[in-house]
């Protein structure tokens, strides 16, 4: 227990790098989009543009079963004025309805009442 601790192998003449200077570890300018200390924890209040609605599914609560495709007014609430078919994230459509939206939608549109997204251009 007296022996000092040997470098895993033996007495090899390596020579501790001391020679070699130039590359450190270390990068001067921390750069990168981080500022340290930011604004501090906002929270989670406040990022939201829209404001809540209550999500529920129109039809469901309707009751329609059966969305007509000629019922331009009802579709229209569902497609954005791109013409694209708004996500059930945000009109809170559930996953039926919004099937049966979503075929309505298309349907209306080869009858020219609603249009095709991303139409021209
Ligand atoms: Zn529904």
Do not use: W
Request: aromatic share 4%; glycine share 14%.
């Amino acid at each position: 227990m007296a022996e000092e601790t040997r470098t895993s192998s033996g007495p090899a003449g390596e020579a501790p790098a001391s020679s070699s200077e130039g590359h450190g570890g270390h990068r001067p300018g921390p750069r990168g989009p981080r500022p340290a200390g930011g604004p501090g924890g906002a929270g989670r209040e406040g990022g939201r543009k829209y404001f809540r609605r209550k999500k529920v599914c129109k039809f469901c609560v309707e009751k329609i079963e059966n969305i007509n495709y000629k019922d331009v007014r009802l579709l229209a609430q569902f497609v954005a004025e791109s013409g694209k078919i708004v996500p059930r994230r945000l009109t809170g459509v559930c996953t039926p309805h919004q099937r049966r939206l979503s075929s309505a939608i298309k349907q209306a549109r080869n009858i020219a009442l609603l249009p095709f997204a991303g139409r021209a251009m």
